[in-house]
């Protein structure tokens, strides 16, 4: 049985609409995932939103203060595992208010880092670094963060980040999916351009490949799905019942994660099919995600996934997976072997 390498990522949050409650959103899921992970014998890599988390550090609150250390143990379980825990940062937390146990989102203006100053951004960076390291390092004392994610995708202009990236030996991006393009109220993503690839080298830009670049860009990729496939999905996601129900308890922000019901059943009924992540996020038909990561080309696979948002049948693909021959590994461990036949 040929053995392909899975590389699963994961964006450690709440939501961002009405923010659901962290013991449901993502301590439950996460504690579910970490047991499959461990019968299965498979890492993965958290990308941590750091400055929720400090915000909870930071509080007078003596819930938030219990909350803060909860998380801290669970980062730590993840690290003792194997698996690795790196940099997210969602910066239009630096807006947000606690009302009750729930998280209010007046505004959005800060979606992207980009709409930060330079000193913000760096702010935000070297804290999230700090924090994470501290927790890691209790568990592992060589421990390193050595990777980032922009949230919503948005790590342009790459030109705040870079010295930062230099700075704090920040060696992989992950916040480059292949073929996306989107235009929404909060922000605009066109990656378009960006043709599936396991990895590219890049020094100032993600949409500048570069052989010689100092940092490494590790994508999520997708397959196409087709008309008559995506009926099917549809189909056994209804009779799939609780299995596919999301583990969370809260609403995602409506101007970048749907759209109206008519454009919904546009896409699920017309046209020559959709371009999708490989995810682990929602609804999960098993043999069609193997099918999709057999025909793959790739030499290995990028997938995408939300503790929020998995499902019973999130993890059931885990096991299925790994039972037929997939490995998942750590982004350090791809890494790695990137480097072994790339640079060597």
């Known amino acids: 049985m040929t053995v392909k390498k899975c590389v699963l990522t994961l964006d450690y949050e709440l939501f961002f609409d009405k923010s659901g409650t962290p013991q449901v959103s993502m301590l439950n899921p996460t504690d579910l995932l970490l047991n499959v992970l461990e019968e299965t014998s498979s890492k993965a890599t958290f990308f941590i939103d750091t400055i929720y988390l400090n915000k909870l550090r930071n509080s007078n609150d003596i819930k938030n203060k219990i909350l803060f250390d909860n998380i801290v143990n669970q980062l730590k379980r993840i690290v003792k595992q194997g698996s690795r825990i790196e940099l997210h940062l969602h910066p239009h937390w630096i807006d947000a208010y606690q009302n009750g146990d729930q998280w209010v989102f007046p505004s959005y203006a800060h979606y992207k880092l980009g709409s930060l100053s330079d000193e913000t951004v760096e702010c935000l960076f070297k804290e999230g670094i700090l924090l994470l390291n501290e927790i890691a390092q209790s ?55 960006i043709l599936p690839n396991t990895h590219y080298y890049f020094s100032d830009s993600v949409y500048e490949q570069n052989s010689t670049g100092v940092f490494l860009e590790i994508p999520i990729n997708g397959y196409q799905l ?26 995602g922000m409506q101007s970048v994660e749907h759209q109206t019901i008519l454009n919904k059943i546009l896409k699920l009924f017309v046209g020559q099919g959709q371009y999708v ?8 038909d098993s043999d069609n995600l193997n099918n999709a990561i057999n025909n ?9 996934a939300h503790p929020k948002t998995l499902t019973k049948s999130s993890l ?3 096991k299925y997976l790994t039972n037929v021959g997939c490995s998942f590994v750590s982004i350090d461990n791809i890494y790695h072997d990137i480097l072994k036949y790339d640079r060597f």
């Open 316 to 318: 059931d693909a885990i």
């Open 226 to 251: 087709s008309a008559l496939n995506k009926i099917v999905w549809k189909m056994k996601s209804i009779l799939a019942g609780e299995k596919a129900k999301i583990y969370g308890d809260g609403v």
């Open 277 to 284: 992540q490989y995810s682990l996020d929602g609804y999960i």
């Open 139 to 193: 568990v592992d004392r060589d421990y390193r963060i050595m990777a980032f994610r922009a949230g919503g995708w948005c790590v342009e202009p790459f030109t705040k980040l870079r010295n930062l990236f230099v700075a704090n030996n920040i060696l992989i991006d992950s916040s480059v999916v292949s073929g996306m393009k989107f235009s929404g109220e909060v922000h605009n993503i066109d990656y378009s351009s």
């Open 296 to 304: 793959s080309k790739l030499s290995f696979i990028s997938l995408v």
